[in-house]
């Protein structure tokens, strides 16, 4: 299996610019979680989806960020606009069913994005 | 408060030596325990899980054990290599059933030759 894949893996954009990040989930996961990581706040659950319907979205810092899973296969997370502190390296995860209660996800390599 | 504390934060190492990595959670009730492995510009991968009726399980050079009344984990390395030289991540799932892990700020391994 290919894993889940993310693009783009670099990003730098300018504050203020619509910044949206791509994830292709693990083929068969019923499960898809957006994270981020920075080196103050270590990885921070953003919103996660359970057979492409969205069910936590606590986690999202505020309105500029949304999340969209229009199939299994699928998932965008969009930060409109946005700024310097969004800063960060986002992942996305998948995982299958009960796997989740076990805490195994599967990452991808992650989409690095730069705000300047 | 449900948390999970790791120590060191990080460490330096050399070739060929072991080391032991720790982690303190306060999550209750307790299921399982994950460590993952972030190498630097990856994404974290998963090394083992403990249950709770688990004392000790081996993948590899690493060993993993949990000590679930005193809700403390270490994960031991021997014989460090250069490729072991990553990020520690230790993971617990929230205690009240959601599908939330609370994870640990990792600790960074860093084995020079």
């Known amino acids: 299996d290919a894993g889940v894949i993310q693009s783009p893996r670099h990003e730098v954009t300018e504050m203020g610019q619509e910044v949206t990040l791509r994830c292709k989930p693990i083929s068969g996961h019923d499960y898809l979680f957006w994270y981020r990581q920075t080196m103050m706040r270590g990885l921070e659950l953003l919103i996660y989806?359970?057979?492409?319907?969205?069910?936590?979205d606590s986690g999202m810092p505020e309105d500029r960020f949304s999340a969209k899973m229009p199939n299994a296969s699928f998932s965008t997370l969009k930060i409109q606009p946005s700024e310097p502190r969004d800063s960060a390296v986002y992942f996305c995860?998948?995982?299958?069913?009960?796997?989740?209660?076990?805490?195994?996800?599967?990452f991808g390599e992650g989409s690095r994005l730069t705000v300047l | 408060k449900n948390q999970v504390e790791q120590s060191p934060q990080s460490l330096i190492i050399l070739e060929g030596k072991n080391c032991t990595l720790q982690c303190n959670y306060t999550v209750s009730p307790f299921s399982n325990l994950r460590w993952y492995k972030q190498d630097t510009g990856r994404g974290p991968v998963s090394l083992t899980i403990?249950?709770?009726?688990?004392n000790t399980k081996s993948n590899g050079r690493y060993t993993a054990t949990l000590d679930a009344d005193t809700k403390q984990s270490s994960l031991h390395i021997t014989a460090s290599q250069l490729s072991d030289s990553a990020s520690y991540i230790c993971v617990v799932p929230n205690s009240r059933g959601y599908n939330k892990l609370i994870f640990g700020a990792g600790t960074r391994l860093a084995v020079h030759p």
């Open positions: 989806f359970n057979n492409n319907v969205p069910i936590d």
């Open positions: 403990m249950t709770f009726s688990e």
């Open positions: 995860a998948s995982s299958l069913g009960g796997g989740v209660h076990t805490g195994e996800l599967f």
